[in-house]
């Protein structure tokens, strides 16, 4: 019997490793969740994708190391936890990630979020 609920399998594939570029950010969408994937240092990671400040789309802003800059308001966001650089108030969650073969996946379920 091959289960294929989301409930017993958390993690769920988002992208493959050639989609996620070193420096760039990659959106994907799971059920109701728009999460952005990053590449830094060899490991991959995932935060939320929708800005706290105004919902600009954090994946297409710049990357500097780990940090990202919304590419509207230039709000900042480490993406290994999702908090707050910048201006350092509202940080936003992060969701564990892994990697299997050239699959990322992610499990959407368990976000974790520095400021609580
Ligand atoms: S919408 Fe992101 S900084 Fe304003």
């Known amino acids: 019997m091959i289960f294929r609920s989301r409930k017993l399998f958390m993690f769920v594939k988002v992208a ?19 999460i952005g994937i990053y590449h830094v240092d060899g490991k991959y990671y995932a935060i939320d994708d929708v800005c706290p400040h105004m919902g600009g789309s ?4 710049f990357m500097n190391d780990c940090v990202v800059s919304c590419p509207l308001h230039m709000w900042e966001f480490d993406v290994k936890t999702g908090e707050s650089v910048w201006p350092g108030s509202l940080s936003i969650p992060s ?3 892994k990697v299997e073969g050239d699959d990322i996946l992610v499990d959407v379920d368990s976000p974790q979020k520095q400021d609580e």
Do not use: E, I
Request: hydrophobic share 30%; proline share 8%.
């Open 16 to 34: 493959t490793t050639d989609q996620v570029k070193p420096g760039r950010g990659f959106g994907a969408k799971l059920d109701k969740v728009f």
């Open 95 to 97: 969701y564990p990630v």
């Open 58 to 61: 954090l994946h297409h802003g």
